[in-house]
């Protein structure tokens, strides 16, 4: 049964590029979130995605945007990269809406230089 | 605000000894879930144990469980009989409810880095 796979798991950019992230989600779930988590603190919400539409965004600004295709994966963009976008970025994934527990990737370690 | 506070940035327990991880949070909404992860080394967050806001029993799971204070927005983990398996940063979290798009969004603490010594 594959979990959530992420890639790449390294990224290192340079400021002003852009990123793409990419997500597939484990096997039966359809919803896939994604959070940023900084180095020595919690993950923070960016958004949701389900049937393929931004169901609920976090404190994020519009460089931030997102996708979901019909298999259910996910690709998180961010665009115009800042020096404190660095952090490692998790998707997560669950079936359906509502208190679905999370399952989360291991993460892309983005650094941008 | 919504927030959930972890006030032991670390902590250490011997084998086999039982410890206990504190978390406060703050929400105005009234349905809610709460939930411990742990993230090792390795990166992937796991779900430890989680906990509906209306059920007042304490979830436990296996050697894990919690003690729910809902007057208190208190939310602590118990760990007991610790292995070295269980060195990690727990997280706690609460995920409430968008009510128009049914869509679930989960705050964070900033976690407690929990060491295990042989």
């Known amino acids: 049964d594959a979990g959530v796979t992420q890639s790449p798991t390294h990224l290192i950019k340079t400021r002003g590029q852009q990123v793409t992230l990419r997500c597939s989600p484990k096997?039966?779930?359809?919803?896939v979130s994604w959070y940023q988590q900084a180095l020595g603190q919690g993950p923070q919400f960016i958004f949701q995605?389900?049937?393929?539409?931004?169901?609920q965004r976090g404190n994020f600004p519009d460089r931030f945007s997102g996708h979901q295709f019909p298999n259910y994966s996910s690709e998180l963009n961010v665009n115009a990269l800042l020096l404190g976008d660095s952090a490692l970025y998790l998707c997560?994934?669950?079936f359906g809406r509502g208190f679905s527990p999370l399952h989360f990737g291991n993460g892309t370690r983005l650094t941008v230089t | 605000a919504q927030t959930v506070t972890q006030s032991q940035p670390e902590m250490s327990v011997q084998e086999a000894e039982t410890v206990t991880l504190s978390c406060t949070y703050d929400?105005?909404?009234?349905?809610?879930?709460l939930f411990w992860y742990k993230q090792p080394p390795s990166r992937q967050m796991i779900l430890v144990i989680r906990?509906?806001?209306?059920?007042?029993q304490n979830a436990t799971e296996n050697r894990f469980s919690v003690n729910f204070q809902k007057a208190a927005k208190s939310f602590s983990l118990k760990i007991s009989d610790s292995q070295l398996g269980d060195t990690a940063m727990y997280f706690c979290?609460?995920?409430?409810?968008?009510?128009?798009?049914?869509?679930?969004?989960?705050?964070f603490g900033d976690g407690t880095t929990l060491t295990v010594k042989p």
């Open positions: 997560a994934s669950s």
């Open positions: 096997s039966g779930h359809d919803t």
């Open positions: 995605y389900y049937e393929e539409e931004e169901r």
């Open positions: 929400t105005s909404e009234s349905n809610y879930y």
């Open positions: 906990q509906e806001a209306y059920k007042q």
């Open positions: 979290a609460f995920m409430t409810l968008n009510y128009n798009t049914n869509a679930g969004k989960s705050t």
